[in-house]
C-alpha cells in the first residue's frame, strides 16, 4: 500500500467531509478511521479510485458518528447531503485547509498546532519538539483547539501570518526529521506565493528553496550528518539557490522585512560563499540582530552566538551563549563546538557526549556521540 499516496489524499478528504457540514474534529476522526479501513481493505482490494473511496467511507463513518450524538432531524439532514457513487473531484484543497485550520477562533499557535497535526501528518511529539514544550503539554492544546472549533462553521479563514507558520514549522520537520515533508511545504508555499502578493510569503518561499538546495550534501552515504562547513558545494542544487535569492531580493527591495526574509538572507550568505572558510559572518551577525529584534527568539540568539563565534572569535561566542538558558534544545552541542574551537577538548568531548543524549534524532545523536568519542581518542594519544 502506497502511504505517500494516502498522506497526499488525506487533507482533500478532510475538507470535502467539513464541506459538507462535519464539524472539524469528528471529520478528522471519521478520516482516521476511514484511514484505518483502507490500510486493512487495500492492499487485497485496491479501490481504482482511492480518494472517491476515501470520502465514501469516511462519511459513512461521520454518519456513524452523527446518528450516536445528534438529533433524528440534523441525522436526515446529513443523509440527504451524501456524496454520490463516483469519481471525487481531483481538485488539491489542501493550502486552502491550511487557512481553514488557522480559524480566527483559534490563537495563533493552537491553530498552526491543530494544522500540523491534522492536515500535516505530524505527531504530538514531533509538533512539541518544533515548540519547545512537553509532548503532554501539546498534546492538551491540540485537545483543546479541537474542542473550540467543534461545531464551529469554517467559513471564515485565518490569517496568511498563521499559514506561513504552519508551511515553515512542515517544511522543518521535513528537512531534519522523521517524516519527508519539505517538498510539498515548498509545493504549497509556492501556490501560496502565486495568489498572494506578500514579502514574507516569497521570504518563506526563497527560505525554503535555499536550504532545500543543500539537501544532497546534509548527509553521507551511510546516513550522517554532514556539518555544512563540510559539505560538498558542487552538490549544491545551484539553479534553485539563484531562483531562491532572485526571489528573496525582489521581496527585500519592498522594504517590509519579516523574520522569513531575515532567516533566508542568512541562508543566502551561506550559499553564496564559494568555501566555508570565505563565509561573511559579520554579516550573518547583522542579520541575526535583526532577527532577534523582529523575533526574540532563544533559537535566534543561540545561532546568533555560533555566528558571533566565527566572526568575533569563540570566547567572543561563549560570552553571548553565557547569557541564554542552557536547557535551550542544542545548547550543549554549541558550547560544545565553541569550546572545541576554544581549544579546550576535555569540556568540548563532555558537552557533545551531553548533547548526544539530549539529541532529537538518531542522525544528530550519531554525529554528536562521534564528535565526542574523536576528541576523547585524541585526548589519549
Not at 96 to 111: D, G, I, N, R
Not at 205 to 222: E, N, W
Amino acid at each position: 500500500m502506497d502511504e505517500a499516496l494516502v498522506r497526499s489524499l488525506t487533507p482533500g478528504v478532510l475538507t470535502i467531509l467539513v464541506r459538507r457540514g462535519a464539524d472539524f474534529a469528528a471529520a478528522e476522526d471519521a478520516v482516521q478511521d476511514a484511514l484505518i479501513e483502507a490500510f486493512r481493505v487495500w492492499p487485497a482490494a485496491p479501490p481504482r479510485d482511492p480518494k472517491g473511496w476515501l470520502v465514501t467511507v469516511a462519511w459513512r463513518k461521520f454518519l456513524d458518528q452523527a446518528r450516536a450524538d445528534s438529533a433524528r432531524r440534523r441525522r436526515e439532514d446529513l443523509t440527504e447531503d451524501e456524496p454520490p457513487p463516483g469519481p471525487a473531484p481531483g481538485v488539491d484543497d489542501t493550502l486552502q485547509l491550511y487557512f481553514l485550520c488557522a480559524h480566527p477562533s483559534l490563537t495563533p499557535s493552537s491553530a498552526v498546532a491543530l494544522t500540523l497535526r491534522a492536515v500535516g501528518g505530524l505527531t504530538t511529539r514531533q509538533i512539541a519538539r518544533a515548540y519547545l514544550v512537553p509532548e503532554a503539554t501539546m498534546a492538551q492544546r491540540i485537545s483543546r483547539a479541537k474542542r473550540t472549533v467543534s461545531g464551529v462553521r469554517f467559513d471564515r479563514p485565518g490569517d496568511v501570518a498563521t499559514v506561513l507558520r504552519v508551511l515553515y514549522l512542515v517544511f522543518n520537520e521535513g528537512y531534519s526529521g522523521d517524516v519527508d515533508l519539505a517538498a510539498e511545504a515548498i509545493r504549497l508555499t509556492r501556490q501560496l506565493a502565486a495568489a498572494i502578493d506578500h514579502p514574507e510569503v516569497a521570504g518563506l518561499l526563497a527560505l525554503m528553496l535555499l536550504h532545500h538546495a543543500r539537501r544532497a550534501s546534509r548527509t553521507g552515504p551511510d546516513g550522517s550528518l554532514v556539518p555544512l562547513a563540510e559539505q560538498d558545494r558542487g552538490r549544491w542544487d545551484t539553479r534553485m539557490i539563484a531562483e531562491g535569492i532572485g526571489i528573496l531580493q525582489a521581496a527585500l527591495a519592498r522594504d517590509r522585512l519579516g523574520e522569513f526574509q531575515a532567516q533566508a538572507a542568512v541562508a543566502a550568505l551561506h550559499a553564496d560563499a564559494p568555501t566555508a572558510g570565505e563565509t561573511d559572518w559579520v554579516q550573518i551577525v547583522e542579520w541575526y540582530d535583526e532577527l532577534a529584534r523582529l523575533t526574540d527568539s532563544p533559537v535566534v540568539r543561540l545561532n546568533r552566538a555560533v555566528a558571533i563565534g566565527e566572526a568575533d572569535g569563540p570566547r567572543a561566542g561563549l560570552a553571548a551563549l553565557a547569557a541564554l538558558d542552557d536547557a535551550l534544545p542544542r545548547y550543549a552541542a554549541v558550547a560544545a563546538y565553541l569550546h572545541e574551537r576554544d581549544g579546550d577538548p576535555k569540556t568540548a568531548a563532555r558537552l557533545y557526549a551531553e548533547a548526544a543524549r539530549k539529541a532529537p534524532n538518531l542522525a544528530e545523536r550519531d554525529h554528536l556521540t562521534r564528535q565526542a568519542a574523536r576528541l576523547n581518542a585524541g585526548r589519549r594519544r
